[in-house]
C-alpha cells in the first residue's frame, strides 16, 4: 500500500511517499514512518516497541524516524497525552 502526503512547510510544497511494506533489515529504506493513535495506548505501546527495535538494530544511526500521532481530531477521546510522548524521547 502507497500514502503520499503532501504538506507545506516553511513556504516550500513537499511530498512524502510511504510504502508500506515488511521490512528486510539487510536492506533498509531510506527513512521510517511510525505511526501510532492518538486514541489508542497500545498502539502507541507498539510505535514505541517499534522505534525501540529500529534502534537496537542501529538503523535509526543515519536513517531519520518520524513519529507521527493520527486522529489528533480526536482531542477529548485522546489517550497518549504530550508528556508521555516527551518522556518517551528523554
Known amino acids: 500500500m502507497t500514502y503520499?502526503?503532501?504538506t507545506l512547510l516553511d513556504y516550500l510544497h513537499n511530498c512524502?511517499?510511504?510504502l508500506q511494506t515488511?521490512?528486510?533489515r539487510n536492506d533498509p529504506p531510506s527513512a521510517f514512518l511510525v505511526m501510532y493513535s492518538v486514541v489508542d495506548k497500545?498502539?502507541?505501546q507498539r510505535?514505541?516497541?517499534e522505534?525501540?527495535?529500529l534502534?537496537?538494530?542501529d538503523l535509526l544511526r543515519t536513517r531519520p524516524a518520524l513519529l507521527v500521532g493520527n486522529k489528533i481530531d480526536l482531542a477529548r477521546s485522546r489517550s497518549v497525552s504530550t508528556q508521555g510522548i516527551?518522556?518517551?524521547y528523554s
Open 86 to 88: 516527551i518522556k518517551f
Open 47 to 49: 510505535a514505541e516497541d
Open 55 to 57: 534502534q537496537e538494530w
Open 22 to 24: 515488511d521490512m528486510d
Open 4 to 6: 503520499e502526503i503532501r
Open 42 to 44: 497500545a498502539s502507541f
Open 51 to 53: 522505534l525501540s527495535r
Open 16 to 18: 512524502l511517499i510511504c
